[in-house]
């Protein structure tokens, strides 16, 4: 590959997100969901090798917190699913730089250390696409691509095993947890917790009062 990378970063809206802490934050996940959101592209902007990230969202907040923070923003209405959204943002980005390495990272990585990603994409540039999954196992938090038209998404269900079938090269270092760490449950913030949580996200959960 040559060239930095442009990242994607597809966002549902808020009100819609993180529906699996609900038994937990109740209508607090929002809060949450905007606070992961925040603290992911925070960390991602921070990265090396990174010219651009694309925010993909329907939400209204979400595009006026990227464009303040630097990152450019794509439009997701309608709405049809994540690989929709990723495939939008994948677009826009071939139009900017077409011979740009692209690569998709979950928006739900409140611990997410920029180092550790700057090195899964070092990584990931031996590689036409790359994958690195979540710490279930099952899931995907980086999908990469040489170029923005291999990049095939096949997020949500068991995306790992879908992404390594269309022969995306399998990211298996086990020196990147905070990128791995997608937050959907309670256990899981317990655990990004114990890594180092965002300032946003710490600061939602101290003004919320929530006990994990």
Known sequence: MTGFWTVVLPVKPFAVAKSRLCPWAGSRREELARS??????????????????????????????????????VDDHPRTGLNTAVLKGASYARG????????????????????????????????S????????????????????????PAFEGSSRHSHRLTG???????????????????????AAERLGLGRHTVHTLSALSLRR
């Open 36 to 73: 992961f959101f925040l603290d992911t592209l925070s960390a991602v902007l921070r990265a090396d090798g990174i010219s651009r990230v694309i925010v993909v969202t329907s939400d209204r907040e979400a595009v006026s917190a990227a464009v303040s923070m630097g990152a450019l923003a």
């Open 168 to 190: 995306a090269h399998e990211i298996t270092s086990p020196n990147f947890p905070s990128v791995r760490l997608d937050v959907d449950t309670a256990d899981d913030l317990r």
């Open 96 to 127: 900017l730089e077409p011979e740009s390495p692209v690569a998709v990272v979950a928006a739900d990585l409140p611990a997410l250390k920029s180092a550790e990603l700057s090195q899964v994409l070092v990584l990931a540039r031996c590689h």
């Open 129 to 152: 696409r790359a994958v690195l999954a979540d710490h279930t196992g099952r899931g995907t938090t980086v999908l990469t691509a040489a170029r923005a038209q291999l990049l095939h």
